[in-house]
């Protein structure tokens, strides 16, 4: 559980290639599902959201799973 907490905002930091983002490090801690599956739901679990607002977090997260997977092949 730790590990979820310590890497959930890797997902904003790859989505929007930030300079924070540790895919490597990240990659060898935990799994890049778990995290999607953690920052998904606390990104919807925050009031009332449009459809609008899904697209963009799926967007994210799919942008975040594509690079993970990438980096995989790398390793």
Known sequence: ????????????????????AELPAMLRSVDPNEIALLVFCDRLGRGEKILKDIE????????????????????
């Open 56 to 75: 963009k977090e799926e967007k994210n997260i799919g942008m975040f799973l594509s690079r993970c997977a990438q980096a995989r092949k790398h390793q």
């Open 1 to 20: 559980m730790c590990a979820l907490v310590r890497w959930h905002m890797q997902v904003l930091f790859v989505a929007h290639h930030l300079p924070f």
